[in-house]
């Protein structure tokens, strides 16, 4: 199974708004409503910011935001904060066969 | 408060079979809609989905790890166990296990993940 493809690093300066893309098939991400989006600190474990395509746990700020169109799905930071800095990873079932296929995962600075 | 904690070799020869326990606490794998996955990570690289194991012993395996993966359960002691037959050095990687409740009101995604445990497979 092939992984969801998303940018290798995305940057902003605080207090910006940035997205990350998760590009997936018809298969994957066009056919579930069940992309889930990661935060991963250097050395932790990660934390989950989004589910079902764009639901937010308890906890999580009001900051982060999640979207979908097609086989894409999209993470919004709003007002980018230094703590933001970290990777980030998209996660989506895929159906019967594959299951679960996570992104290629993205490095997000924060200038 | 659902907590989860991975334990096993630090280090493993080529050829052998790496045995990793998940140890939880906080919810009950006898639950409906409750699962353990297991993830991993090799240094410097992208999260990799390995297997799930349900509430109601149903197993899902990753397609290109399915001959080696193998997960199992022990209800009483609230663990899960995943073992991965004939390790080689791309095995290396940090492996998680993490909690999935797809349940009314559930996430439907691994909300709560272990700290992970390191996995180096040299000679």
């Known amino acids: 199974q092939s992984a969801l493809t998303q940018p290798a690093s995305v940057s902003g300066s605080p207090g910006q708004s940035i997205t990350i893309s998760c590009t997936g098939s018809?298969?994957?991400?066009?056919?579930?409503?069940?992309v889930s989006w990661f935060q991963q600190h250097p050395g932790k474990a990660p934390k989950l910011l989004i589910y079902?395509?764009?639901g937010r746990p308890s906890g999580v700020s009001s900051r982060f935001s999640g979207s979908k169109s097609g086989n894409t799905a999209s993470l919004t930071i709003s007002g980018l904060q230094p703590e933001d800095e970290a990777d980030y990873y998209c996660c989506s079932y895929a159906g019967d066969i594959t299951f679960y296929v996570f992104g290629t995962g993205t490095k997000v600075t924060v200038l | 408060q659902i907590t989860l904690k991975e334990s096993g070799p630090t280090l493993v020869k080529p050829t052998q079979t790496l045995t990793l326990t998940c140890s939880f606490s906080g919810f009950s794998l006898s639950t409906s809609g409750v699962a353990v996955g297991w993830i991993r990570q090799p240094p410097g690289k992208a999260l990799e989905w390995l297997a799930l194991?349900?509430?109601?012993?149903?197993?899902n395996y990753s397609p290109s790890l399915k001959s080696r993966l193998a997960i199992t359960e022990d209800t009483s002691k609230n663990q899960v166990v995943l073992t991965l037959t004939n390790v080689g050095p791309v095995d290396t990687a940090t492996y998680f296990c993490a909690h999935l409740y797809g349940g009314y009101g559930g996430a439907n995604a691994f909300d709560v993940w272990g700290p992970g445990t390191m996995v180096t497979v040299s000679s």
């Open positions: 018809s298969s994957d991400v066009g056919s579930y409503v069940l």
């Open positions: 079902e395509d764009s």
């Open positions: 194991i349900y509430w109601d012993d149903d197993k």
